[in-house]
């Protein structure tokens, strides 16, 4: 079956510290790829996504590719924010069932301090 | 345009007892999905539904009911309250169209804690 494994938290990091996570999946065929993210007491957001291999998702300065070889999709981004404090899901969508359900990671929560 | 809205934003239910969380989409989308997020465990599907008046299991059904009897509501019943269920769930919805690449769309949550 469709797994994603993503590094394990929490992850402390100082204002503009680069900050990478790690996330790897397992799937058939050829999923789409995604980072949402959840702020404190609030839903899910998209935050970046990729569909095919090398290609490179990015949105708020965050960065993410696709990459078959290795079955992962890191999350990166150069200088952190206090407001990027919040927890990552990396997850994946895949359409040979039809319902293109979300298979997620366990997510990774991020503090950024000053 | 409201998006994805969920009533209630919080419960507390003895074991035992029953309830129906309720999901509202105002964007047309035909798919809508229930998932349980637990400390540790990332998000889990309960149930979803590819349209109105399908439903389907998802990874972690038991104990829940589904039914979406109108197009733009998805409704999650409990209908015997355990423990195990303290959680909180999130509904989302998507378009059809898109292909695996369309995102979801995902409301508050709802934190239900049964004591």
């Known amino acids: 079956g469709n797994s994603v494994t993503q590094m394990e938290g929490p992850v402390t990091l100082s204002e503009e510290a680069f900050l990478t996570i790690n996330c790897t999946y397992t799937?058939?065929?050829?999923?789409?790829l995604f980072w949402y993210v959840q702020y404190p007491g609030e839903g899910l957001q998209l935050l970046l996504k990729?569909?095919?291999?090398?290609d490179k998702g990015s949105n708020k300065g965050f960065e993410a590719t696709y990459r078959k070889e290795t079955t992962s999709f890191h999350l990166e981004k150069g200088s952190v924010q206090v407001s990027d404090s919040a927890v990552y899901f990396c997850?994946?969508?895949?359409?040979?069932?039809?319902?293109?359900?979300?298979?997620f990671g366990k997510g990774t929560k991020l503090s950024v301090i000053p | 345009n409201a998006g994805v809205t969920q009533t209630p934003k919080f419960r507390v239910l003895k074991t035992g007892q029953s309830m129906t969380l309720l999901c509202a989409q105002d964007?047309?989308?035909?798919?809508m999905y229930w998932y349980r997020q637990d400390p540790g465990m990332g998000l889990r599907l309960i149930h979803y539904?590819?349209?109105?008046?399908?439903?389907a299991k998802g990874e972690v059904p038991d104990g829940y009911n589904v039914s979406r009897l109108k197009k733009q509501n998805f409704l999650l019943g409990l209908e015997s309250a355990a423990p195990s269920q303290t959680s909180v769930y999130f509904c989302?919805?998507?378009?059809?169209?898109?292909?695996?690449?369309?995102?979801?769309?995902f409301g508050p949550g709802t934190r239900l804690t049964v004591t």
């Open positions: 990729a569909t095919k291999a090398d």
């Open positions: 539904s590819v349209g109105e008046g399908t439903t």
């Open positions: 964007m047309n989308h035909e798919y």
């Open positions: 997850a994946l969508s895949y359409s040979g069932a039809g319902s293109y359900q979300l298979t």
């Open positions: 799937a058939t065929g050829y999923p789409s």
């Open positions: 989302a919805s998507r378009l059809v169209g898109g292909g695996s690449i369309s995102e979801q769309y």
